[in-house]
């Protein structure tokens, strides 16, 4: 249904009165002016889901359980207990994730990126340091409604922005 501003707003001096609302879930809008429900939007809305930053990210293939570990280097990085790395360029998809040093043991997925639910297009975390990656930005690129299972699904990332100086001559 398509409504004209004087039958949908209400200007009565005490501020803005909706005076009509849309109550079908099925009305597709047709043009820029029409009033949409939250079924609507909620179905078409489309963004990035931001989960906790990642001390460091990955340049290359590696083996995760050797190379994740307190002490070791990664990036420019000195490793320590407890810190985020963005694992993000395995040959093997399904190894791609964000993972927490646990010592000289082999780390583990971090805890807001390792359920189906939470894995899927749109999630998107900040790298802070790291002579390659620091101050960016990475956002994962399945599409947003495949949920992935941990382990055996693909997880693709791709970097979407980057801080930093730039000279200009």
């Known amino acids: 249904a398509k409504f004209d501003n004087a039958d949908v707003l209400n200007f009565d001096g005490h501020g803005l009165n909706f005076v009509k609302k849309v109550t ?15 079924v609507y939007v909620d179905g078409v809305a489309v963004g990035l889901n931001v989960i906790k930053s990642c001390d460091v990210a990955t340049v ?4 995760v359980d050797g190379v994740l570990k307190s002490g070791l280097t990664l990036n420019g990085v000195t490793l320590a207990n407890g810190m985020r790395v963005l694992v993000w360029k395995q040959n093997n998809l399904t190894t791609n994730g964000i993972y927490v040093i646990d010592g000289q043991a082999a780390p583990d ?3 807001d990126f390792n359920e189906t639910s939470e894995i ?10 790291g002579a390659d ?6 956002v994962v690129t399945n599409p947003d409604n495949n949920l992935m299972s941990v382990g055996s699904s693909d997880i693709e990332w791709a970097q979407f922005s980057k801080s930093g ?3 200009f001559a």
């Open 24 to 38: 079908s879930s099925t009305i597709t809008p047709q043009d820029s002016t029409e009033l949409v429900t939250k």
């Open 60 to 63: 290359n293939n590696i083996d």
């Open 109 to 111: 997925r971090s805890s």
């Open 120 to 129: 899927k297009g749109g999630v998107h975390t900040f790298v802070t340091g």
């Open 133 to 138: 990656f620091a101050d960016s930005g990475f």
């Open 165 to 167: 100086v730039h000279q």
